[in-house]
């Protein structure tokens, strides 16, 4: 596990990379401590995979978020989130999603065109989608003087979760095509 996430980020770390599975360097992505692995306890392997697809897929956009996010500054002062735990817990809200029905008739259709690879590039879009999305909904607060500290991520990001779980759900009982625009934008 930590292998692939090696590779995923090693051309993120910048200065402070390293080859070694465990160590301080995994404190500029935003993982919580020297091995990374036991972040993934919740996701699993699905966890590992999105942040290696949205590494590997977007590399300018995973940069400028890990340098937008403030990540490498690990402080408590000012306003900043943990990169690689933000992408562990879109994973979770998406694990969520798919538990409480919501985009189903999306899912299924991935799932008919191609029973493996469509539903695992359906799951791989949608995180894209919403981690940018929290990116893009920080940035925001941030400029607003709304979040100040980095101890208002975990409020922020449950915030976020309810209101994508509440749009999703609306979206999907009116039939609404939303999700399908949305992911085009990848």
């Not at 036991?38 to 966890?47: I, S, V």
């Not at 900043?80 to 694990?95: E, K, N, Q, V």
């Not at 949608?126 to 920080?138: G, K, P, T």
Request: with cysteine.
């Amino acid at each position: 596990m930590a292998r692939d996430l090696q590779i995923a980020s090693s051309r993120h770390a910048g200065s402070q990379g390293s080859n070694a599975t465990r160590g301080k360097h995994w404190d500029a992505l935003g993982f919580q401590g020297e091995d990374p692995s036991t972040d993934f306890r919740a996701t699993g392997k699905l966890g590992l995979r999105h942040v290696s697809h949205f590494c590997q897929a977007h590399p300018i956009y995973a940069t400028r978020m890990i340098k937008e996010s403030g990540t490498a500054a690990v402080t408590i002062e000012g306003p900043w989130y943990p990169f690689a735990l933000c992408a562990i817990h879109i994973t979770a809200l998406l694990l969520t999603v798919v538990k409480l029905g919501s985009m189903q008739r999306h899912w299924l259709q991935a799932a008919a065109r191609d029973p493996v690879d469509g539903v695992a590039a359906l799951s791989d879009k949608l995180f894209s989608y919403l981690f940018v999305r929290c990116h893009l909904d920080w940035c925001e607060g941030v400029d607003k003087k709304e979040i100040t500290s980095i101890l208002e991520f975990e409020v922020f990001f449950a915030d976020f979760a309810a209101y994508i779980q509440r749009d999703l759900q609306t979206r999907h009982r009116e039939n609404d095509d939303f999700h399908v625009a949305a992911l085009k934008w990848w």
